[in-house]
């Protein structure tokens, strides 16, 4: 298993792997890659108000021979600075429209893109064949960003997040909450989607600055014409509370955790 250094050195990545640990993850990447070891679990998204089913998240798991079940958080570092990243998130996006062109067509997909994605040129033409092959209504497909890739948004980003708007694709804010945005900054930016991270859902109702910060991001996307989602909704109390306040739709292990291309048809199937 990957050792976490104490002390890195300069030449070590953020993810603190040993530079030889990180070699062995990025051929165990390549291997898995063309083994077909990743595979996508979804997990399902419900309008608050009606409880109805509004689409799913892809989320990605990597079941390695030998060291189990690696989790995002640990290979998506290494993937990402390998460049490795591209060649996952094509994967992602075809296997992610494929399974929602299964779907009943009210339903939407959120693929998660990561920052470097965002950076290179290969995005755009990924999405728009993953479309084509599914075959499937561009406004199905929602990428999330993580708002952490607003802290040094350069030109080349705010191109990119305008070109795949145009592709027709909701673009969602994802982990809102724990940067810094500003409402400028927000203001000038194709999302169409926001979404409260789950360290301030965690504490809701109870810890009032958590909740005065969710108030504040519900309030902040309806001023922008933004729908609003929150992630890890573990509890009614949370819940009731998100409700109330006017978020939209929600996710999280009250509901469902994330399943299976099968469990997922037979949950949006039938409709709960
Ligand atoms: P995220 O996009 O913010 O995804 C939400 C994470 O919260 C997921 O973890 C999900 O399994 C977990 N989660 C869902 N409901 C609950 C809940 O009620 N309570 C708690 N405590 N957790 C909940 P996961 O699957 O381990 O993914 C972690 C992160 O890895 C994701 O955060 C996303 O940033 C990244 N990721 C996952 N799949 C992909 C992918 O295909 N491409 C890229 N670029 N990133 C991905
Ligand atoms: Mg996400
Ligand atoms: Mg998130």
């Keep these: 298993m990957a050792r976490v250094n104490d002390q890195p050195s300069g030449w ?116 728009a064949a993953a479309l084509e092959a599914a075959a499937l209504d561009p406004e199905r497909l929602e990428l999330e960003v993580t708002e952490t890739i607003l802290l040094d948004l350069s030109l080349d980003v705010q191109f990119m997040l ?20 500003s409402l400028a900054t927000l203001k000038r930016l194709p999302f169409t989607v926001m979404k409260i991270d789950r360290s301030v859902v965690r504490t809701l109702p109870r810890d009032r600055e958590d909740a005065a910060i969710v108030r504040a991001i519900v309030g902040t996307a309806q001023a922008l014409g933004l729908s609003v989602v929150a992630e890890g909704i573990e509890n009614a109390e949370q819940e009731a509370f998100l409700a109330a306040i006017g978020c939209d739709s929600g996710q999280g292990f009250l509901f469902s955790p994330p399943l299976s291309g099968h469990e997922i048809i037979s949950r949006l199937g039938a409709g709960a």
């Design 162 to 181: 305008a070109a795949l708007r145009d592709l027709g694709v909701g673009l969602a804010l994802d982990d809102f909450g724990t940067g810094h945005t």
């Design 12 to 127: 070590e990545w953020a993810s603190g792997l040993e530079r030889a640990e990180f070699k062995r993850l990025e051929q165990d990447i390549r291997r898995a890659l063309g083994a077909a070891d990743f595979t996508l679990l979804y997990q399902p998204r419900y309008q608050l108000r009606t409880h109805r089913p509004v689409g799913a998240e892809a989320l990605i798991r990597w079941q390695h021979r030998k060291r189990g079940l690696v989790p995002p958080g640990l290979f998506l570092p290494v993937a990402e600075q390998s460049g490795l990243i591209n060649e996952i998130g094509g994967f992602v996006l075809h296997a992610a429209c494929i399974a929602a062109a299964g779907w009943p067509s009210s339903l939407g997909i959120s693929v998660n893109i990561s920052a470097r994605q965002l950076l290179d040129g290969v995005l755009l033409d990924q999405v």
